[in-house]
T-cell receptor, first 113, second 116 residues
Framework: DVKVTQSSRYLVKRTGEKVFLECVQD?????MFWYRQDPGLGLRLIYF???????EKGDIPEGYSVSREKKERFSLILESASTNQTSMYLC????????????FGPGTRLTVL | AQKITQTQPGMFVQEKEAVTLDCTYD???????LFWYKQPSSGEMIFLIY??????QNATEGRYSLNFQKARKSANLVISASQLGDSAMYFC?????????????FGSGTRLLVRP
């Protein structure tokens, strides 16, 4: 069974802390994504990666960075967490094919106090 | 720029009835794919159905069907014989063919509540 896992379901951090969100997929997918989900806004793309050590900015990259040292692992980093980064974070991966869906992890609900 | 619009923030449906969730999209591309995802209260995103822009037949997957009207740029999801477990958020999404990122553009979602 295909699987995308995320390191935490719930996370509470303080303003200014450095936060790491980890995502691992076991499907040998090339492309991986980080989204944030906020009520009324749907899912918005933060960053994506199409290969190891390759990354591209999405629609809302400010305040975030990413790392992809291995094909199966894609990390989202909040260098200095702020309260407006309180959100649900979803990781996804996909094969490079027009009709293949993205597979999502269970999500991490991050609260920044 | 591409955009997905879901105009129904919330909907109710009676158990065992059919329901249509609206989705319209805006794109100048000729080749693209449309997806629907379900998100239960547990949070995970579940893929439901896919429609390619060149597919002549509407996609169907069990109780889910996609009413694709290309000229009107709409891709509505139809759920037949609603069940209590269908209560969830539903997202419509689009992807451009030929975009090497394979990223999805999502709508704001529709929350469906199935009444017993």
């Amino acid at each position: 069974d295909v699987k995308v896992t995320q390191s935490s379901r719930y996370l509470v951090k303080r303003t200014g802390e450095k936060v790491f969100l980890e995502c691992v997929q076991d499907m040998d997918h090339e492309n991986m994504f980080w989204y944030r989900q906020d009520p009324g806004l749907g899912l918005r793309l933060i960053y994506f990666s199409y290969d190891v050590k390759m990354k591209e900015k999405g629609d809302i990259p400010e305040g975030y960075s990413v790392s992809r040292e291995k094909k199966e692992r894609f990390s989202l980093i909040l260098e200095s967490a702020s309260t407006n980064q309180t959100s649900m974070y979803l990781c996804a991966s996909t094969l490079r094919s027009s009709y293949n869906e993205q597979f999502f992890g269970p999500g991490t609900r991050l609260t920044v106090l | 720029a591409q955009k997905i619009t879901q105009t129904q923030p919330g909907m109710f449906v009676q158990e065992k009835e059919a329901v249509t969730l609206d989705c319209t999209y805006d794109t100048s591309d000729q080749s693209y794919g449309l997806f629907w995802y379900k998100q239960p209260s547990s949070g995970e995103m579940i893929f439901l159905i896919y429609q390619g822009s060149y597919d002549e037949q509407n996609a169907t997957e069990g109780r889910y069907s996609l009413n694709f009207q290309k000229a009107r740029k709409s891709a509505n999801l139809v759920i037949s014989a609603s069940q209590l477990g269908d209560s969830a958020m539903y997202f419509c999404a689009m992807r451009r063919d030929g975009d090497s990122s394979y990223k999805l553009i999502f709508g704001s979602g529709t929350r469906l509540l199935v009444r017993p």
